[in-house]
């Protein structure tokens, strides 16, 4: 069993910066990527950023490319999404995601993920 708990959303203005962060319990996956999704109202959920455990690798959705950083602490089994030059268009419920099976071919697809965090909302207004 694995829990996945994020915290960090909340409202902010345009170009303002939020900070999230996804704590892991339970079963541990030191091999296999740490991932956030997000979701706006009436689409789809979509990747934002994923990061692998062991070696550091980071990966992003084009949209978000040079504002948002993930990164990880290996001892407290958290992921972080530091989000730099909000932008309206960020507005949705993030969410944190892990799977055991997941490799990079499949790292953006949110079907294949059994383990989610509850989301955070994040508001940016204009």
């Known amino acids: 069993q694995v829990q996945l708990v994020e915290s960090g959303g909340g409202l902010v203005q345009a170009e303002g910066s939020l900070r999230l962060s996804c704590a892991a319990s339970g079963r541990t996956f030191s091999r296999f990527p740490m991932n956030w999704f997000r979701q706006a109202p009436g689409k789809e959920r979509e990747f934002v950023a994923g990061i692998t455990w062991m070696d550091g690798s980071t990966y992003y959705a084009d949209s978000v490319k040079g504002r948002f950083t993930i990164s990880r602490d290996n001892a407290k089994k958290t992921v972080y999404l530091q989000m730099n030059s909000l932008k309206p268009e960020d507005t949705a419920v993030y969410y944190c995601?892990?799977?055991?099976?997941?490799?990079?071919?499949?790292?953006?697809?949110?079907?294949?993920?059994?383990?989610w965090g509850q989301g955070t909302q994040v508001t940016v207004s204009s």
């Open positions: 995601a892990a799977d055991p099976s997941i490799i990079i071919a499949t790292m953006k697809d949110p079907r294949k993920y059994n383990y």
